[in-house]
């Protein structure tokens, strides 16, 4: 089907140095420094499977499609996932990671 999402309000997309960068050049650009900043992988199973969290956290990505067409979008999707996410035992886990930072008020 293939279909464009709307982009998420707060997008750090990229590579880890540049969500890195990103991070740190929009906390000093209105007067933080930066001390200490990291992503730190946070692998989380989804025991629902990926189809559930869709349902729970995509509905404003779906929204813009016509009511028929979600199910086939939602599917697109699981199936583009699947060999990534899911793993050998059949359990789904999100590559989800945690943005860590320490920002002190400049001067």
């Not at 997309?13 to 209105?30: N, Q, S």
């Amino acid at each position: 089907m293939g279909f464009a999402a709307p982009d998420p309000p707060e997008c750090l997309a990229g590579d880890e140095t540049t969500v890195l960068i990103k991070v740190r050049f929009r906390r000093e650009a209105v007067g933080f420094c930066v001390e200490e900043i990291a992503i730190v992988p946070r692998p989380t199973p989804l025991d629902a499977g990926v189809d559930a969290w869709l349902d729970n956290f995509a509905d404003d990505f779906f929204a813009p499609l016509a009511p028929a067409d979600r199910p086939v979008a939602k599917r697109e999707i699981v199936d583009l996932l699947e060999p990534i996410l899911k793993d050998e035992t059949g359990l789904w886990i999100a590559d989800y990671v945690r943005l860590r930072f320490k920002a002190v008020l400049a001067g």
